[in-house]
Structure formats: structure tokens, C-alpha cells
């Protein structure tokens, strides 16, 4: 997946919040280019993580996680048991996004704990130079506090790039509970974040809602975004089946 986003490619993906495996492959089996499996706002932990990523690994899905801190342990745990994408939320400075570096790459890049949990399962392990090669650390942009220091967090060596969440950006900044189609502050303080991050040469990916939506933010020069999620899927499918069979 890393490569794909360094060699330009757009990507779309979806967010997981069941913590069901059957769930979670169904999804990695749709068509979307990654799936990011939610442990911060969703049903999922940490106990119910490693089948969920099994079950991509199964599936053939590039896989990643959204950590619910910005703990090492939390990172470099999702990293051993198959993320290939963290995305850490609420980074508000340079210290905390170097935490978050430091912990997706092994020394003497950073700190990350060799434990190649999956060796007697599968076929073949990455080792240390692969886990590095192939790990990507996105730190979330969606404080009034990270958007004043972005620089300093996309300056950071080993973040690879940044996350916009445009509600409690919204929130943060004043905005109260809004979008970027309703209030055009918000929408210009995407922009200046989407500018930062290409000026910086890092990658740029933003939370929204469905594919109208993705387009807008693809053609505004992002590089990946996530645009839907299981339950959401679920709902309206369900809801359209049902007003199908009443029509």
C-alpha cells in the first residue's frame, strides 16, 4: 500500500468498526483499496484486533489501523499483528508526532520492538529493513493545536504523512459541528492543510462521507481517503431492501 501512495496513486478506503471477522473480509473483499480497522470510535479493541487483520491478510486487503492513543504499545502492537498503515489521532505537536514515528520503525530509525508474532502461521515474515520499508505512520491533523503546529508534525523524519478529521477540527477550531459544504472557514482550513502537506512532499488524506465527497477532496490534490464504513453500508442496504419489498 505504501508504494502505491508514494508512486501517486489515489486511494480510496473504508473504515471497520464491527469486530467481527466475517465482517471485516466481506469488506476487504468489495473493491476498496484499503481498509482501516477503527479501534478509537467503534466497537473494536485491541482483544478483538488480530482476527480482524487476519482476516484481510485473508482476503488479500491492504490493511490499516486507526490506534485510539498515541501510545507506543498501541502502535507497534497493530504494527506485529499485520497494520500496515497507523493512523494516529489527535497529534498536536513535533514531540508527539516523534512518538508516533519512532514507535512504527525499529532502531535505529526508532523503537519499535522486534516480535514477529505470526512466524509459526505463515509462510514468511518481514524483517526489520521490510517492516520499515513498508510501515506508514499518518498522523491525524484535527486540533486547533495541530493545524497551528502542521509544519513542525510534517517536518517530523518518519511520518509519512498526515490525516485530516474534519469534526473535531470543526470543533476545535470554533466551528461547532459542521462541514466543509456549510461553513467556508472550514473548508479554506482544509485547504491550507492540504497545501502544507504537499509543499512538504508527505501524503494527505482526509475523512469524509461517501463518493461525491471523495471526488471533491481527490480533485483538490489528496492522496487517499476514507469515504465509508461498515455499519453505515449495512444501514443503507438494509433500509433500501426493506422499502424495496414494500414498494
Known amino acids: 500500500m505504501k508504494q502505491r501512495l508514494l508512486g501517486g496513486d489515489m486511494l480510496y478506503g473504508a473504515w471497520s468498526g464491527f469486530a467481527d471477522p466475517q465482517v471485516v473480509q466481506i469488506m476487504g473483499g468489495a473493491g476498496f483499496d484499503f481498509i482501516c480497522v477503527d479501534l478509537q470510535h467503534s466497537f473494536n479493541t485491541m482483544a478483538s484486533l488480530s482476527p480482524l487483520l487476519d482476516g484481510l491478510h485473508k482476503v488479500g486487503s491492504p490493511a490499516a489501523v486507526r490506534v485510539p492513543w498515541n501510545t507506543p504499545d498501541l502502535i507497534m502492537r497493530s504494527l506485529d499483528l499485520g497494520a500496515e498503515v497507523i493512523i494516529v489521532p489527535l497529534v498536536n505537536n513535533a514531540e508527539e508526532a516523534t512518538i508516533a514515528a519512532n514507535a512504527c520503525r525499529y532502531a535505529p530509525a526508532g523503537n519499535r520492538s522486534w516480535g514477529p508474532i505470526w512466524r509459526n502461521v505463515r509462510s514468511s515474515v518481514p524483517q526489520p529493513a521490510e517492516g520499515d520499508a513498508s510501515a506508514t505512520c499518518i498522523a491525524m491533523i484535527e486540533t486547533a493545536e495541530g493545524l497551528a503546529n502542521v509544519d513542525a508534525i510534517l517536518a517530523v523524519d518518519g511520518v509519512d ?87
Open 161 to 247: 504523512g498526515i490525516y485530516i478529521g474534519p469534526n473535531d477540527l470543526s470543533l476545535s477550531i470554533g466551528l461547532g459541528r459542521t462541514s466543509y459544504l456549510e461553513s467556508d472557514k472550514l473548508r479554506e482550513t482544509i485547504l491550507h492543510i492540504i497545501a502544507r502537506g504537499k509543499a512538504a512532499g508527505k501524503l494527505v488524506g482526509i475523512d469524509c462521507g461517501g463518493s461525491e465527497q471523495a471526488h471533491y477532496w481527490r480533485d483538490q490534490g489528496v492522496s487517499f481517503v476514507i469515504s465509508a464504513n461498515d455499519s453505515d453500508l449495512l444501514a443503507e442496504a438494509a433500509i433500501a431492501m426493506a422499502k424495496a419489498n414494500r414498494a
